[in-house]
C-alpha cells in the first residue's frame, strides 16, 4: 500500500503524513525523497532542494548553476530542471516499489497512477487556520504567513499542474480531500488510518 498526500502550505499535510506513517508503521518520505533521489541520479542534493515542487524557467536553471547546465547539455540528458524532476519521478517509482509508505508531494500521485495499491489525499483548510498556524511555526507576523502561503501554493500548483496535466487541489486528482480543520490533526489523522484499513489494502 502506498499513500500520497498533496497539501496546500499550512494546512497541516506533512504532520498529518508523519503520524499515519507511524501509525500504520509504514515507511515516510518527504526531504528523505529528495536525498534519495540525489544519490540515485548523482546530481547535487542542492538542485532538488531549489526546484522542489517549483517549476522554474530555462533561464532560470542556467543563472542558477550555470556548470551543470553546461553538463546537462554534455550528457544530453535535458535541462536541469528536467533532469531532476525525472530522478524525483524515477525514485518515487522505486520507494513504492520496495514496500508500503507515505509519500508527501512531489507528484507522487501522478508518478504512480498506473499503480492499483495507492489512496491519493488532499489535505486543505481554511487560509485564517493556516496564517495562524505558519505564523506560529514560523514566528513571522500574520501578513508574511500569508505571503508565504500564496507563494508556496502557487509553486506547488504550478509544479503539479505542469507536470501531472491535472489540476491540483482539484476532488477529481484525488481519492480523498479533507479539511484538517473539521477535527484537528489527530483527527484527521484517525480517520484516514481508518479509510485506509476498511479499503482492505496490504500493509507490510
Known amino acids: 500500500m502506498v499513500i500520497t498526500v498533496g497539501r496546500q502550505y499550512g494546512s497541516g499535510g506533512r504532520e498529518i503524513g508523519t503520524a499515519l506513517a507511524n501509525r500504520l508503521g509504514i515507511a515516510y518520505y518527504d526531504d528523505l525523497l529528495l536525498k534519495k ?3 540515485e541520479s548523482g546530481l547535487c542534493e542542492e538542485l532538488f532542494h531549489s526546484f ?4 522554474k524557467s530555462f533561464l532560470y ?3 542558477l548553476d550555470p556548470y ?6 554534455v550528457n544530453s540528458r535535458g535541462s536541469i530542471e528536467q533532469q531532476v524532476y525525472l530522478a524525483t519521478y524515477d525514485t518515487i517509482k522505486k520507494l513504492a516499489d520496495q514496500g508500503s509508505c507515505v509519500l508527501i508531494g512531489r507528484c507522487a500521485d501522478y508518478a504512480l497512477k498506473d499503480r492499483d495499491d495507492v489512496v491519493n489525499l488532499f489535505i486543505t483548510a481554511p487560509l485564517e487556520n493556516r496564517i495562524e498556524r505558519v505564523a506560529k511555526r514560523n514566528g513571522i507576523s500574520k501578513e508574511e504567513a ?5 507563494k ?6 504550478s509544479y503539479y499542474n505542469f507536470y501531472s496535466a491535472k489540476e491540483w ?3 477529481k486528482s484525488y481519492d480523498l480531500c479533507i479539511d484538517s480543520s473539521l477535527l484537528g490533526i489527530d483527527g484527521t489523522v484517525e480517520l484516514l488510518e481508518a479509510m485506509v ?8
Open 68 to 73: 551543470s547546465f553546461s553538463m546537462s547539455h
Open 197 to 204: 484499513r476498511l479499503k482492505g489494502l496490504d500493509i507490510r
Open 146 to 150: 500569508k505571503d508565504r502561503i500564496r
Open 169 to 171: 487541489g482539484d476532488a
Open 152 to 157: 508556496t501554493d502557487k509553486s506547488r500548483a
Open 52 to 55: 522542489d515542487e517549483r517549476p
Open 37 to 39: 533521489a540525489a544519490e
Open 61 to 63: 536553471s542556467i543563472a
